[in-house]
């Protein structure tokens, strides 16, 4: 819908528009099926967004690219801005809540963040589309149990995001940390998907062209986990039942994924693992990634 239109319905006009588009969505991806989808739209220091999906909702966690930006990579993996009924913010940086507030106000959604989060005056106009969420406080929306739990990063109170739906199917993201936590990696046991941060190449962050402080900023224990620690994350995570890790938030200058995905696989191999390597890029949409699925999928994404 062009912007100008929105200015033609009243807000409870716009709210119904929003509610029987999101039936319809519904109605495309089946109503039976208890398994679990996930595309990671763009990861890295330009933009971060990932849909999640089952049969009875639709979630984006994080919503850092533009609302226009957003949109078009939504379709690109065959969904509407429509089929999203909620928001969850990892943390306030501008790479993971860039679009939240037009996206939200626009598509008529709700907004998920930690009071640290809200309190960036970003996010300060979407009234009562912002909803609070935090960790030990677990949530159930559009049929997914919600968990967060604490990340050491230099943001107000950024977190890390488990999702599970109502089969069961768990996926865990965790991006922007700059160590592994106890609470954490507890956190992220028996998942089926996991998302997990692999930023840097060390050597490449060390001899790269970044200025002293922002090499000191990144390695730090509330920057970004480098591909080793990403690697020894993963060792500890691995179960049986994980079926896809996906390497996120790659940074451009100090990394290449062909190092990051060097650095983890053997972590797969020598484990026998059947988890499926990703790695995620920054200027375009990974491909779904699918666990349980049932005969109610619609595939056409
Ligand atoms: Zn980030
Ligand atoms: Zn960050």
Same mark, same amino acid.
């Given at each position: 819908m062009p912007e100008g239109q929105l200015s033609l319905f009243g807000d409870g006009a716009l709210a119904a528009a929003a509610r029987e588009s999101k039936l319809e969505s519904r109605r495309r991806r089946g109503g039976s099926g208890a398994g679990l989808r996930a595309a990671v739209l763009g990861s890295g220091s330009g933009g971060n967004a990932t849909i999640v999906e089952s049969a009875d909702g639709c979630l984006l966690l994080d919503a850092g690219f533009s609302c226009r930006e957003l949109e078009r990579r939504l379709e690109m993996v065959g969904r509407l801005a429509a089929d999203v009924d909620a928001v969850l913010l990892t943390h306030e940086h501008n790479d993971h809540s860039r679009g939240a507030s037009r996206f939200a106000r626009r598509h008529q959604v709700p907004v998920y963040g930690t009071r640290g989060t809200y309190r960036d005056p970003e996010? #300060?106009?979407?009234? =009562? +589309? /912002?909803?609070?969420?935090?960790? #030990? *406080?677990?949530? $159930?929306?559009?049929?997914?149990?919600?968990?967060?739990?604490?990340?050491?990063?230099?943001?107000? %109170?950024? *977190?890390?995001? &488990?999702? %599970?739906?109502?089969?069961?199917?768990?996926?865990?993201? &965790?991006?922007?940390?700059?160590?592994? $936590? /106890?609470? !954490?990696?507890?956190?992220?046991?028996?998942?089926d998907v996991l998302l997990l %941060?692999?930023? @840097?190449?060390?050597?490449?962050?060390? =001899? #790269?062209?970044?200025?002293?402080?922002?090499?000191?900023? *990144? /390695?730090? /224990?509330? #920057? @970004?986990?480098?591909?080793?620690? !990403? !690697? !020894?994350?993963?060792?500890?995570? +691995?179960?049986?039942?994980?079926?896809? *890790?996906?390497?996120? @938030?790659l940074s451009q200058t100090n990394n290449s994924p062909a190092f990051a995905a060097a650095a983890v696989q053997p972590v797969l191999d020598r484990r026998c693992s059947r988890a499926k390597l990703v790695v995620a890029e920054?200027?375009?949409?990974?491909?779904?990634l699918d666990v349980g699925a049932g005969s109610g999928w619609h595939r056409g994404g």
């Open positions: 996010l #300060g106009g979407l009234g =009562t +589309l /912002a909803r609070p969420m935090g960790p #030990g *406080v677990p949530l $159930t929306m559009a049929g997914f149990r919600i968990k967060v739990f604490p990340v050491s990063h230099d943001a107000r %109170e950024p *977190v890390g995001i &488990v999702v %599970e739906s109502s089969g069961g199917y768990r996926l865990g993201l &965790v991006t922007d940390l700059g160590r592994r $936590t /106890a609470e !954490a990696w507890r956190s992220l046991r028996d998942l %941060e692999s930023n @840097h190449d060390l050597d490449m962050l060390r =001899t #790269g062209p970044y200025p002293w402080r922002l090499k000191e900023r *990144v /390695a730090s /224990a509330r #920057g @970004h986990l480098s591909n080793e620690e !990403a !690697a !020894a994350g993963l060792d500890e995570l +691995l179960s049986d039942r994980l079926s896809w *890790v996906v390497l996120c @938030h920054q200027h375009r949409p990974g491909p779904w």
